[in-house]
C-alpha cells in the first residue's frame, strides 16, 4: 500500500504497541484496494506475535473500525485466508477515548478547539495536539505535475501489460527499491508481460503494478539480470532453486489459487514444488482432492504414526 497509508499509522494513536505493529503490517501487505490474504501463520511470523494473541488483536483492530474481517471458504468447505481490509479514515487517539470509527472522505482543516489535520492526497491526517505529533507530509494535488525518470518510463510503465492504475504510486515504489531490485524490475516486466499474453489474460485480471510491486512478484518471475534474455526462453518453474520457492508460498497461501507461472500445481504430475515446504494439512487437502478423503485420511494416520515411532526414539535416547 502507499506511504500514505503508513503516515496514517503513524500518527494515529491506538494505545496499544501490538495493534500499532500489527496495522502497519496490514497496510503493508494490502493492494491498492487496502485488501490482503495473508494466513494468520505468515502475519504471526513477520509480527513475532503468537497466533492465538494475534487473533485477538485482529477482533480488537476490527472493533475499533481499523479493519473488516470477511471470512472465506472454497466451495467444497474448506477455509480459505480470511480477506482483511483496512479502513483508511482520519487518524485518532484511541489512548485518549477517541473511539470513532474511520471514515472515509472526511474534509480536511481544523475545527475549533479540536485536533489539527493535514490532507495528504486525499486522506486526512490528524493529530492529536496533546501528543505533540507533527505530520511530516505535504499535500500533493492530483494536477501537480510528476517528473518521471526515463528509465522509469521506458523500462517499467510502459511494459508492463496493464497501464492503467496509479502511475504516480507505482513511481512511489519504484523509488524505495534498491539497484538489485530495480533490476530485476526491469527484468521481470518482459517476462511477466509474456506470460500475460500466452495465457490470454484480460486486461481487468492482470494485477495493477502497484499491487504487483506489493506482492514483490518480480521475485517470483524474474531471473538474475544478466541471464533474463535466456531465463525467457525457459519455464521458470523448471529452473527455480528452492529460495525463490519460498518466496512463491506466501503468495499462493494469500488465497491459494495457483498460477500459471509456476508449473503444474502441487499434486499434479510435474510439479516442481519441494514437498517439505507443505505443511502437513496442506499435504492432507492436496490428497483429499486428488484421491477422495479415505486416502488422504489413511495418509495422515500413517504420517502421524510415522512421527510417533520418531518422537519415541529420540525419547528413549
Known sequence: MSWQATEWVRVTRVGDSKLKLLLLMLCNYANEDGESWYSQEQIASDTEIPVRTLRRK??????????EIIHRTLDSGIKRNSLIRVLIGPAANMA???????????????????????S?????????????HTARAKKVSVNDKIEYSEEFETSVWQPYPRIDGSKKKAYDF??????EN??????????????MKREGRPNDKIPHMTTWFNDRRYETVSAPPAAAAKAALVDWHKTAKREQWVKVMPLWR?????????????????CMLPEDLLTEMEKYQIILQRDGRKVAEAAMSDASQLRDAINAAHRAA
Open 58 to 67: 485482529l477482533e480488537e483492530l476490527q472493533g475499533l473500525g481499523f479493519i
Open 96 to 118: 485518549d477515548g477517541e473511539h470513532q470509527r474511520p471514515k472515509t472522505g472526511v474534509s480536511t482543516g481544523q475545527k475549533q478547539g479540536g485536533p489539527s489535520a493535514i
Open 182 to 195: 530495480r533490476a530485476r524490475v526491469i527484468a521481470a516486466i518482459p517476462i511477466f508481460a509474456e506470460q
Open 174 to 179: 519504484w523509488n524505495i527499491l534498491n539497484d
Open 254 to 270: 494469500m488465497n491459494m489459487e495457483w498460477r500459471p507461472a509456476w508449473g503444474p500445481a502441487p499434486g499434479k504430475p510435474g
Open 120 to 132: 495528504v492526497a486525499g486522506v486526512n491526517l490528524s493529530h492529536n495536539n496533546h501528543n505533540n
